[in-house]
């Protein structure tokens, strides 16, 4: 599934490309006119309900999301998105590029010490050179995506959803 984002949304931009997917992130400079023409054939994300509705009239697919980023998360979810985050799959949350599983020696930049010691592999942004590994973040990340699954099933059984 692809995603067009705007500039409201740019966090849910990033969880859904490390999520997996791709997702053209529209900057605030491009108008609402410029986003609907991107939107062809993707979901659009938004917090603009005045945009959401512009494209529901085209007949395209869009999705308004709350302020909150647990709630967006949540909202997310509910399009048939996964939330967990597979290594294999995962984008760069900077530029949207498939990323590359590899070991230390095949980054190509220098890093701490302590973290090439404490990690086999890496996840490399072959497009703009970001790398990524499985530290604190990574472990803040599952436990963000926890809790929007706990918060999720709440909604269900309290029929929020």
């Avoid at 849910?12 to 400079?29: C, D, F, Q, T």
């Avoid at 220098?110 to 490399?124: A, K, S, T, W």
Wanted: aromatic share 6%.
């Amino acid at each position: 599934m692809e995603f067009i984002v705007d500039s409201m949304s740019g966090k849910i931009a990033k969880w859904l490309r490390i999520l997996g997917h791709s997702v053209k992130y529209v900057s605030p400079e491009e108008d609402d006119s410029s986003v609907l023409k991107l939107a062809g054939g993707a979901v659009l994300i938004t917090r603009d309900h005045e945009l959401l509705e512009r494209a529901r009239k085209m007949n395209l697919e869009a999705h308004e999301v709350p302020q909150d980023l647990m709630a967006a998360m949540v909202s997310i979810s509910n399009l048939g998105i996964r939330l967990r985050i597979d290594p294999r799959g995962t984008r760069c949350p900077f530029c949207d590029e498939p990323l590359s599983i590899v070991r230390n020696r095949e980054i190509g930049i220098e890093l701490p010490r302590e973290v090439i010691r404490g990690h086999r592999r890496f996840l490399l942004c072959r497009k703009c050179g970001k790398v990524f590994w499985f530290g604190s973040h990574y472990w803040k990340m599952l436990g963000t995506l926890a809790r929007v699954k706990e918060k999720r099933e709440e909604m269900r059984v309290g029929g929020g959803l």
